[in-house]
């Protein structure tokens, strides 16, 4: 066996690699937008997500803005980014995690560019774990 | 100086001298994997703190997390041994590529499945189709096609390079899961350990599932061995050192 077959071998192994690599690449960059799993209030606001088709939207609820009707599973409450608000209605129940703070994903329509009917709602966590006294505490300390 | 590396790596690698090592080291590694894992599952399960946001439920990223690190370590260990049976065609590089294949694809499954059971209570969903979720699945899918080419080709020689190509070929997917969560807005949270920041976890919490990782890499470790020697004595069934072997048993 020489040598030279051997670096042959190497060579169509790095080959391959690195044009899978820049294939990919270029197939993500493409199809970036298809590979978010929801918009941003901001793109929804500034006309970034499509009108009048199926969408996600992803934030948090903004603090005191949760309606519940008193005669059905109506809820209405805003979602933020942090920079832009929209506003989201929603008929059904909701998961055991939303609540005021909460990160949340919501499927549906804006209607009239003003409010999104979502039909599902999902939430999203965060990646902290901690036992709910470092949780308060951390709490107590921001709030000083 | 480098032949007598390449020499020694060459006696090392050698199916017989691996079937004779590879027996010694099983018990060690299956002991301390038994050990850790009883420890790991019950400071995690009992002894580590409830979570201030999910509750209970969080306890399942003491299974959740560790298998699906396994499912990407594995398929590394596996790409590698694939690209250094192509290259310098050792055949043991090959033996353990095929050993580890069903065992990583057992981890990504079991990380599938509990993070689907987990998915359900937090988020309210089994599955979606985010971009953490999708490209986990695709290296399911690249295990069963790393299997299936192994088991559909007949010559042992030209499995080893169709599957061991398929498995550098789909390296190419493991950043895209580890960072799926960075470049995407994805339903599935952030990095919690696996980052350049100091873990967005309790130490009491994190202790059991570092217990747990280490665990299961030394199961991988007790199996990968087992299933490589059965591949030895597969392979090298004519050879006259296995022969003797069996008819000592």
């Known amino acids: 066996m020489s040598m030279n077959k051997r670096s042959k071998r190497k060579l169509l192994v790095v080959m391959v690699v690195l044009g899978m690599a820049l294939a990919t690449v270029l197939a993500l960059t493409a199809f970036e937008e298809n590979l978010m799993y929801f918009y941003s209030p901001t793109e929804v606001n500034n006309g970034t997500a499509p009108d009048n088709r199926t969408i996600r ?8 803005t949760v309606q519940r009707a008193e005669d059905s599973l109506l809820v209405k409450f805003d979602l933020t980014d942090g920079a832009e608000v929209i506003t989201v ?3 059904g129940i909701l998961p055991d995690l939303f609540r005021e703070g909460q ?5 549906g329509e804006l209607k009239d560019k003003k409010v999104f009917v979502a039909n599902e709602v999902l939430a999203k966590h965060d990646e902290n774990y901690m036992p709910p006294e470092v949780a308060s505490a951390l709490k107590a300390a921001e709030q000083k | 100086m480098f032949k007598r590396i390449w020499g020694w790596i060459q006696r090392f690698s050698s199916p017989k001298h691996f079937y004779d090592i590879s027996g010694k080291m099983i018990p060690w590694f299956a002991v ?8 790991g599952l019950y400071m995690g399960l009992f002894v580590a703190p409830t979570d201030y946001q999910q509750g209970e439920s969080y306890r399942i990223i003491f299974i959740h997390v560790p298998a699906a690190w396994m499912s990407l370590f594995i398929y590394m260990v596996m790409a590698i041994a694939s690209a250094i049976g192509l290259i310098w065609q050792i055949k043991l590089a090959d033996m353990v590529a095929a ?7 057992w981890f990504t499954f079991l990380a599938l499945v509990t993070g689907s059971l987990w998915g359900k209570p937090m988020w309210g969903a089994y599955w979606v189709w985010d971009a953490r979720l999708t490209s986990e699945l695709i290296l399911l899918f690249l295990y069963f ?7 559909s080709i007949e010559d042992q020689r030209t499995a080893d390079k169709a599957s061991g190509l398929l498995a550098i070929v789909g390296v190419v997917n493991i950043p895209i899961i580890h960072y799926s969560v960075e470049w995407w807005n994805t339903l599935h949270q952030g990095a919690t350990v696996a ?6 976890m309790h130490i009491d919490m994190l202790i059991p599932l570092l217990v747990m990782a280490f665990a299961a890499k030394l199961f991988y470790a007790a199996v990968v061995l087992v299933r490589a020697r059965n591949e030895v004595l597969m392979r090298e069934r004519n050879r006259q050192w296995v022969r003797e072997l069996v008819e000592k048993i």
Do not use: N, T
């Open chain 2, 99 to 105: 050993a580890s294949a069903p065992i990583g694809a």
């Open chain 1, 57 to 64: 939207v992803g934030g948090l609820v903004v603090a005191g």
């Open chain 2, 32 to 39: 301390s994997a038994l050990l850790l894992g009883v420890y």
């Open chain 2, 195 to 200: 980052k350049f920041d100091k873990p967005s």
């Open chain 2, 145 to 151: 096609g790393y299997m299936a080419l192994q088991s």
């Open chain 1, 103 to 107: 990160g949340i994903v919501a499927m």
């Open chain 1, 89 to 91: 209605e929603y008929s």
